[in-house]
């Protein structure tokens, strides 16, 4: 038997059966129903491209929009990128726009195996304006029993999050399964979150959050699992009411395979847990890459009630791309996504190496900070001219009492 068709085929499919594994687990009693938490925009895909395949990125994680679904991701920056929501559409007046950067920083990681990679996001969301009218009786004598209407426009509500990220490699090396030695690499991540809420422009909160993250590659299959928990903290607080932060377990794989030329298919599915709600999604999604210039996504959302298909293209020019996703298959919520990317590909991050200097233990003085002791005169003066040694004789090698330490 063929090991490594084995494992091509069955990567898919066990990962298939652990998410359903976990779209399983039973409601927790302290589940407050569907819409119960608060800042409901972090449900929210930030990515068009990952919107485009139906949500389902926790195991591709491969561009700056990692930070949103799987910070472990942020390992795999290898040059700096930038990225920009253009425009999102959705309710009425809503929108939405997310700002982000990542690079990788000039220092092996923790790991001792690779840069780590460092994310900052800003995300600012608007829910639109809210109208409120009010009847108040007329108290003039001919106008008894007459009302009086007022009308008073708020903002509805306005939620911004700060996030930061970390993600690094851990793991680097080949593991024998039945025979075929798979090279497994694995990523680790972690995001904190500043969040701020405000709803009718007087009930203000705010909250601190985490988020954490694994990723492991096997890039000979091009196959890749991933899994992370989002906005992990205590809640928000609006005046006496205490609102729970809408966090997420997400749980998915991935298979990207080439197919013609330069030309490859990426396969992804994730299963999504909302643990505050009680709430499950379950999102499949395909990415067709054309000469890695043209991108085509679909995907799919079953399992919650804003099921059905989305669609999404991308194009790439140079160190630049732009995104567009749509939602298909919800007339009530069709939201739209556009984003523009920028990758800095001309620019270098060089490891930082510190120089270390020794100094001759005997020229120390105690209490001093490695005072350098002054020579003599005589030291000054130069040494006597040692006696050549005969010709045919080997010259022997002094030892050298420099070192760079690098």
């Known amino acids: 038997m063929n090991t490594r068709k084995h494992i091509k085929g069955g990567g898919a499919v066990t990962a298939l059966f652990i998410t359903a594994a976990i779209l399983g687990v039973g409601v927790p009693a302290s589940a407050g129903g569907p819409g119960s938490a608060g800042m409901q925009v972090l449900k929210s895909d930030m990515s068009p491209r990952a919107a485009g395949m139906g949500g389902a990125f926790v195991a591709v994680a491969d561009d700056i929009y990692t930070m949103s679904y799987n910070p472990a991701g942020l390992g795999q920056l290898y040059i700096p990128e930038a990225s920009a929501v253009l425009h ?6 809503s929108s939405m726009n997310n700002i982000s950067f990542g690079l990788p920083l000039p220092f092996i990681g923790l790991g001792g195996l690779a840069k780590p990679g460092f994310g900052i996001s800003l995300m600012l969301s608007d829910a639109g304006s809210f109208s409120y009218r009010q009847r108040i009786p007329n108290t003039a004598p001919a106008h008894i029993g007459e009302f009086n209407t007022t009308s008073k426009s708020y903002d509805a509500q306005k939620d911004v999050a700060l996030t930061f990220g970390y993600g690094e490699k851990v793991y680097s090396g080949e593991v024998n399964l039945e025979g075929y030695n798979a090279k497994i690499e694995q990523y680790l991540g972690l995001n904190l979150k500043y969040l701020k809420s405000t709803m009718l422009e007087h009930y203000s909160a705010t909250a601190f959050a985490f988020d954490g993250g694994w990723l492991m590659l096997e890039p000979n299959l091009g196959l890749s699992l991933g899994a992370s ?4 903290g205590s809640g928000l607080k609006y005046g006496t009411e205490q609102t729970k932060l809408p966090s997420i377990l997400r749980v998915g794989a991935s298979w990207e395979k080439p197919t013609v030329m330069d030309q490859s298919i990426l396969l992804a599915t994730e299963g999504d847990f909302y643990m505050a709600e009680g709430e499950k999604s379950l999102r499949f ?6 000469e890695k210039v043209f991108n085509l996504r679909l995907g799919y959302k079953a399992a919650e009630d804003n099921k059905g298909m989305t669609m999404g293209l991308g194009l790439h020019y140079n160190d630049m791309s732009l995104d567009f996703s749509s939602a298909m298959g919800n007339e009530v919520y069709n939201a739209k996504q556009l984003a523009f990317s920028y990758r800095f590909s001309g620019v270098t991050i060089g490891e930082y190496k510190k120089k270390m200097n020794f100094k001759d233990p005997e020229t120390r003085k105690a209490g001093q900070d490695d005072a350098v002791k ?3 005169v005589q030291e000054q003066k130069p040494a006597r001219q040692e006696r050549k040694p005969a ?6 090698k002094k030892d050298s009492d420099f070192f760079w330490i690098y």
């Open 229 to 232: 928990i989002s906005n992990y």
């Open 391 to 396: 010709k045919g004789a080997p010259e022997k």
């Open 285 to 290: 999604g395909l990415e067709y890459h054309f």
């Open 88 to 93: 999102q559409s959705g309710f009425d007046d």
């Open 374 to 376: 002054k020579p003599s």
